[in-house]
């Protein structure tokens, strides 16, 4: 499961999703993908090349033409345990976002990867984090009132944080709502709300993979995220 922390950093952006869903049905090159998916083709370059980066997508040069390839034995399963991590027995529309967030997106700035929300982690960091609780079940829906989705820790996903030295105990004394999904504003995909993932952000806090920068919401990775969750 360590390997799974790269392929859902690569996966959460929205683009990048449609470009694989493209290759998916087969080889395509740039000028294909974005006359498909209408994006412009220095962006999809863009997420071609992180695409390539972590090993998801592979090319081929035919004359002057370079093809895009997906191995779809590989990633399909990936992409569909995703979907399910972010259904979380939910079929709720999601919201659009705002302009302001739509700038922020467009841009990639720095608070749109990693900020606080409250006491929480947010922004796409916060979305990954969530993807994989949900995805190696540590967390898992336990009810829906209309407005929010509530979590449950399972007795895995308990021992695994209180390894990683997240306050468990303290979050669930917590006279406050102990774990939600909470909308993120940039990604509009869920992150984890609540006194656990407050708990969480302290947690990767102090073990140096995030510092928050005074003054502002933006919060700083400076550390592995997969080594502490690995």
Same mark, same amino acid.
């Given at each position: 499961?360590?390997?799974? @922390? !790269?392929?859902?950093? +690569?996966?959460?952006?929205?683009?990048?999703?449609?470009?694989?869903?493209?290759?998916?049905? =087969?080889?395509?090159?740039?000028?294909?993908?974005?006359?498909?998916?209408?994006?412009?083709?220095?962006?999809?370059?863009?997420?071609?090349?992180? @695409?390539?980066?972590?090993?998801?997508?592979?090319?081929?040069?035919?004359?002057?033409?370079?093809?895009?390839?997906?191995?779809?034995?590989?990633? *399909? !399963?990936?992409?569909?345990?995703?979907?399910?991590?972010?259904?979380?027995? #939910?079929? *709720?529309?999601?919201?659009? /976002? #705002?302009?302001?967030?739509?700038?922020?997106?467009?841009?990639?700035?720095?608070?749109?990867?990693?900020?606080?929300?409250?006491?929480?982690?947010?922004?796409?960091? =916060?979305?990954?984090?969530?993807?994989?609780? @949900?995805? *190696?079940?540590? @967390?898992?829906?336990?009810?829906?009132?209309?407005?929010?989705?509530?979590?449950?820790?399972?007795?895995?996903?308990?021992?695994?944080?209180?390894?990683?030295?997240?306050?468990?105990?303290?979050?669930?004394?917590?006279?406050?709502?102990?774990?939600?999904?909470?909308?993120?504003?940039?990604? /509009? /995909?869920?992150?984890?709300?609540?006194?656990?993932?407050?708990?969480?952000? +302290?947690?990767?806090?102090?073990? =140096?993979?995030?510092?928050? #920068?005074? =003054?502002?919401?933006?919060?700083?990775?400076?550390?592995?995220?997969?080594?502490?969750?690995?």
């Amino acid at each position: 499961m360590e390997q799974l @922390l !790269p392929l859902i950093r +690569s996966f959460a952006d929205e683009s990048r999703l449609r470009i694989l869903d493209v290759l998916l049905e =087969g080889d395509a090159t740039v000028n294909e993908l974005s006359a498909r998916l209408n994006l412009p083709q220095p962006r999809v370059s863009s997420h071609l090349a992180i @695409l390539r980066e972590e090993g998801i997508v592979t090319t081929e040069q035919i004359g002057r033409q370079r093809t895009y390839h997906v191995d779809a034995e590989r990633i *399909r !399963p990936v992409l569909d345990a995703l979907q399910s991590a972010q259904q979380a027995g #939910s079929a *709720r529309p999601t919201p659009p /976002r #705002s302009a302001q967030a739509e700038r922020l997106v467009r841009n990639d700035v720095p608070i749109r990867q990693a900020r606080t929300c409250y006491d929480h982690l947010a922004g796409v960091v =916060g979305v990954q984090l969530m993807d994989v609780l @949900l995805a *190696r079940d540590w @967390l898992v829906l336990d009810s829906d009132d209309g407005k929010r989705q509530h979590y449950r820790l399972t007795d895995t996903g308990r021992n695994a944080l209180v390894a990683r030295g997240v306050d468990v105990d303290g979050a669930e004394a917590a006279r406050r709502l102990h774990a939600f999904g909470c909308t993120d504003w940039t990604e /509009r /995909r869920h992150h984890l709300g609540g006194a656990l993932g407050a708990a969480v952000l +302290s947690a990767l806090v102090d073990a =140096g993979v995030a510092t928050r #920068s005074p =003054g502002t919401r933006v919060v700083a990775i400076t550390g592995s995220l997969s080594d502490w969750l690995a």
